[in-house]
């Protein structure tokens, strides 16, 4: 259920690392926890986040939730499309990812979960 090229957070973020860039989403498991999606407060290209730290937020018919950073990096693109379709998360949320970052350091995904272990941690 969990691509396993994908790295993944306990805080619910997947991340897609091809060469220095990283695209990041949340899980499955996380818009399931949400429940419909109804808007994503993305940050501006350019902006540059700490492993760890908030970059965002997601809203939901249930709750608002933070979004975690999973690699500290520079915001390169944004995906726009999300602010007109943030339904799109519910329906994949593994393709859609939200941002996409320079990673300042690449070696942070060794910190991340495989698609085993989290899937061991949503059980």
């Known amino acids: 259920m969990y691509p396993a090229d994908l790295k993944y957070t306990r805080d619910h973020e997947w991340v897609r690392l091809e ?12 818009q399931k926890q949400l429940g419909d999606v109804v808007f994503v407060d993305l940050p501006e290209v350019g902006r540059t986040f700490a492993q760890g ?3 965002g937020t997601i809203e939901s018919v249930k709750a608002v939730s ?9 915001v390169v693109e944004v995906n726009a499309a999300l602010a007109q379709k943030p ?12 941002i996409k970052l320079k990673a300042s350091d690449p070696g942070e995904t060794a910190s991340l979960l495989g698609s085993d272990a989290y899937e061991t941690l949503v059980k």
Not at 19 to 30: K, N, Q, R
Not at 93 to 98: E, I, L, T
């Open 19 to 30: 060469g220095d860039v990283a695209a990041v989403g949340i899980t499955d498991y996380a």
């Open 53 to 55: 730290e908030v970059f």
């Open 66 to 74: 933070e979004l975690f950073s999973p690699l500290g990096g520079e």
């Open 87 to 98: 339904e799109a998360v519910n329906s994949d949320p593994h393709g859609s990812w939200m």
